[in-house]
């Protein structure tokens, strides 16, 4: 079982940044995706970026390509996200999320959907005011 903890939302203008902090502990192996997650109210979770922890190789959502940047610690089994120019749009809970991964998995399919994903964090809140 993986364990991980959400830090660094908050409440910010349109145009402004902000940074999360995933921090993983438990059984994490070799290769793992770690992903983030967003849930509006009334809206499904849907995927914002993966990272797969072996290679550094990373996917985003469309909408956030080119505004938000995942990355990796992994020494200290940490995962950021990082986003600019934030939109009214991206207000939401923020989740991350892990799994084992593959290349497979992270090329062929899967790696969006939130149903592939064994391990959550309890979320972290963005709300970006207009």
């Known amino acids: 079982q993986v364990h991980l903890v959400e830090s660094g939302g908050g409440s910010v203008q349109a145009g402004g940044s902000l940074r999360l902090s995933c921090a993983a502990s438990g059984a994490t192996g070799y290769n793992m995706c770690m992903g983030w997650f967003r849930q509006a109210p009334g809206n499904e979770r849907a995927v914002v970026a993966v990272i797969m922890s072996a290679s550094g190789s990373t996917r985003y959502a469309d909408s956030v390509t080119g505004r938000f940047t995942i990355s990796q610690d992994n020494a200290k089994r940490t995962v950021f996200l990082r986003m600019n120019s934030l939109k009214p749009e991206d207000s939401a809970m923020y989740y991350c999320?892990?799994?084992?991964?593959?290349?497979?998995?992270?090329?062929?399919?899967?790696?969006?959907?939130?149903?592939?994903?064994?391990?959550w964090g309890q979320g972290t809140q963005v709300t970006v005011s207009s």
């Open positions: 999320a892990a799994r084992p991964c593959s290349i497979h998995f992270f090329n062929e399919g899967g790696w969006d959907s939130s149903a592939a994903y064994a391990s």
